[in-house]
C-alpha cells in the first residue's frame, strides 16, 4: 500500500500567514494528489484535484503543486474560516487510496 | 442541488450486521463511480469500498473484504453498504462519497452516519 506522511501534524498561524502543507508519497503517484479541508462534525471538501487544479467554487489563496512524492498546499492568506484540519489523499491507480494523518491549523 | 444522504448507521454488536444506503440527488447517478469512507473518530479518512457507475466493478479495503458487500441500484439512485461480522475497529462514522473523475477523487460526500459496534 502506498503510504501518505503529512507534515507537520499541526501548526499555528495568524489570519494573513502564508501556511504550506507537504505530504510525501511512499512510491511515485505522479500527478495523482488530492487535498481535503475538514472542520469539526463536517464531511470532508475537496479542495484540489490533480496536484494542482482548484475545484469549483474554492477560493483562489488555495494552491496545490508538485508531483512524484512530494507535494505542497499552499493558503496565500489565511482567513478565520480557514482554521481546520487538511487531509492529502493518494488517487493512484490501484486501491487502496490511502489519505494523510492530517494537518491541523489552528489560531495563534 | 447536488446531495448525498445516508442513512441506517447506529449501535451493532459484534458479529452482528448493519446495511448502511445512500441517496444521491442533483446529478446523474449512474455515470459516477460512488465510494464510501469512514472515519474513526479522532482520526483520519479511511478509504473502504468503490463501485463502478455501470458495470458493478467493485473494489475493497482489506479490512472489509469478505465481510462488506457494496452495491447500488441506478433505478433508485442508491447506493448501498451492507455490512456483516463488524468488529469494533469498524467502528466510525461512513460517508459516501461520489467520485470528480475515475474512482478516488470525491468532490462530493454525505454527511455521514454514525456505526458503533459495542457490546
Known amino acids: 500500500d502506498i503510504q501518505m506522511t503529512q507534515s507537520p501534524s499541526s501548526l499555528s498561524a495568524s489570519v494573513g500567514d502564508r501556511v504550506s502543507i507537504t505530504c510525501r508519497a511512499s512510491?511515485?503517484?505522479?500527478?495523482?494528489l488530492n487535498w481535503y479541508q475538514q472542520k469539526p462534525g463536517k464531511a470532508p471538501n475537496l479542495l484540489i484535484y490533480?496536484?494542482?487544479r482548484l475545484q469549483s467554487g474554492v477560493p483562489s489563496r488555495f494552491s496545490g503543486s508538485g508531483s512524484g512524492t512530494d507535494f505542497t498546499l499552499t493558503i496565500s492568506s489565511l482567513r478565520p474560516e480557514d482554521f481546520a484540519t487538511y487531509y492529502c489523499?493518494?488517487?493512484?491507480?490501484?486501491?487502496?487510496?490511502?489519505f494523510g494523518q492530517g494537518t491541523k491549523v489552528e489560531f495563534k | 442541488e447536488v446531495q448525498l444522504l445516508e442513512s441506517g448507521g447506529g449501535l451493532a454488536q459484534p458479529g452482528g450486521s448493519l446495511r448502511l444506503s445512500c441517496a444521491a440527488s442533483?446529478?446523474?447517478?449512474?455515470?459516477?463511480?460512488m465510494s464510501w469512507v469512514r472515519q474513526a473518530p479522532g482520526k483520519g479518512p479511511e478509504w473502504v469500498s468503490s463501485?463502478?457507475?455501470?458495470?458493478?466493478?467493485?473494489n475493497y479495503a482489506d479490512s472489509v473484504k469478505g465481510r462488506f458487500t457494496i452495491s447500488r441500484d441506478n433505478s433508485k439512485d442508491t447506493l448501498y453498504l451492507q455490512m456483516n461480522s463488524l468488529r469494533a475497529e469498524d467502528t466510525a462514522f461512513y460517508y459516501c462519497?461520489?467520485?470528480?473523475?475515475?474512482?478516488?477523487?470525491?468532490?462530493?460526500w454525505g454527511q455521514g452516519t454514525m456505526v458503533t459496534v459495542s457490546s
Open positions: 462519497a461520489k467520485a470528480l473523475t475515475g474512482w478516488a477523487t470525491y468532490d462530493i
Open positions: 442533483g446529478f446523474t447517478f449512474s455515470n459516477y463511480a
Open positions: 463501485i463502478s457507475g455501470t458495470t458493478g466493478y467493485t
Open positions: 512510491q511515485s503517484i505522479s500527478f495523482y
Open positions: 490533480a496536484a494542482s
Open positions: 489523499q493518494q488517487s493512484y491507480s490501484t486501491p487502496p487510496w490511502t
